[in-house]
C-alpha cells in the first residue's frame, strides 16, 4: 500500500513575495506545511485532537532544492506525501509545481510528535500515523547536518515579537527563514539565487528572547552558513547553495 497523496492550488499574491517579485523561501515552506495540514484535516488528523492528547507536531530538518521560486500571479500546485515513518520519525514529501507540471521547488521534511508538557519526543501513537498510509520502517534516516559557522561574515541581533508566535505558540518557520537570510547584504541578495538549503531545529525559540543570526559566507563556492543562537545556546543551523544572476 502506498502513501497517500495530497495536493491543492495557490495563486501567489503580492504580499507573500519580496522585492525580487518572487515568494520568500520562508513563506513558501509556510505554504508547504499548510498543505500537510491540510491533508492532516482531510484525514481527521487534526491539530486539535493531537493536542488533547498533550501532543504536537515539530519540524527537525528540511531539505530544499529550489529550480525556480514562484513570481507574484503565478498559480502553483503544493503537493505532498507523508512517505515513511519509524517509532519516533515521520518522512514527508513535499514539491511545489507551475501549471505546466514543471517542479519548481522540492522538500524533503522530518517531523516528531513532542510532549507539549515534558518537551519530550514521543513514540507515534498507531491511530494518529495511520490514515496517512506510510510505509512503516525500522531505518532511520541519517541526513546531513548542518555545518556550524566557523568565521562569521557578518550577524544582527533580534527580538522575538508576539506576532513572530503563531496559533501552535511556536516561533513560525517564516522568521527563521528571514532572520538568517536578513544577515546577508542586500547587494548579494539582489544578485544571486538560493539554489539549496539545508536546515536543522534544534532548540525552540520563545517569545521575548534576544536571538542572534549570524552567517559565513563563502564567495568563491557561493555557499553560506547559518546559525540562530539565543544566548551560548544553538537554535537553528542552515547551509545554503546559490548561483550568480
Known amino acids: 500500500m502506498s502513501a497517500k497523496q495530497y495536493s491543492e492550488d495557490h495563486r501567489v499574491v503580492y504580499y507573500e513575495t519580496n522585492v525580487t517579485g518572487a515568494v520568500g523561501i520562508g513563506r513558501l515552506v509556510d505554504l508547504m506545511m499548510l498543505a500537510s495540514e491540510d491533508q492532516s484535516e482531510q484525514l ?37 506525501i507523508a512517505k515513511s515513518y519509524n ?18 521547488v ?6 516528531v510528535l513532542m510532549d507539549r508538557q515534558k518537551r519530550k ?10 490514515p496517512y498510509e506510510s510505509e512503516y520502517t525500522k531505518k532511520i534516516e541519517r541526513l546531513k547536518t548542518p555545518q556550524p559557522v566557523e ?15 503563531d496559533a501552535n505558540h511556536h ?8 532572520w538568517m537570510l536578513d544577515a546577508l547584504s542586500s547587494d548579494f541578495l539582489l544578485n544571486h539565487r538560493l539554489t539549496k538549503m539545508n536546515i536543522s531545529y534544534r ?23 547559518h546559525l540562530i543562537t ?14 550568480k544572476i
Open 151 to 165: 568565521n562569521i561574515s557578518s550577524q544582527k541581533n533580534y527580538r522575538v515579537r508576539f506576532m513572530d508566535i
Open 106 to 111: 522540492k522538500m524533503h521534511s522530518v517531523f
Open 230 to 243: 539565543t544566548g551560548d545556546q544553538q537554535n537553528c543551523l542552515a547551509e545554503c547553495q546559490w548561483e
Open 121 to 130: 519526543i514521543v513514540r507515534l501513537p498507531a491511530d494518529i500515523i495511520t
Open 87 to 104: 517509532r519516533f520519525f515521520c518522512y514527508r514529501d513535499f514539491k511545489v509545481e507551475d501549471q505546466d507540471g514543471n517542479e519548481l
Open 203 to 225: 532548540q525552540e525559540v520563545y517569545y521575548g528572547d534576544q536571538i542572534t543570526s549570524e552567517v559565513e559566507l563563502d564567495e568563491k563556492n557561493l555557499t553560506t552558513k
Open 171 to 178: 516561533v513560525n518557520n517564516v522568521h527563521y527563514f528571514d
Open 44 to 80: 481527521g488528523v487534526t491539530n486539535e485532537k493531537i493536542a488533547e492528547r498533550g501532543l504536537g507536531w515539530v519540524v527537525t530538518q528540511h531539505i530544499i532544492d529550489i529550480t525556480r521560486l514562484p513570481q507574484v500571479d503565478d498559480v502553483i500546485t503544493l503537493s505532498t
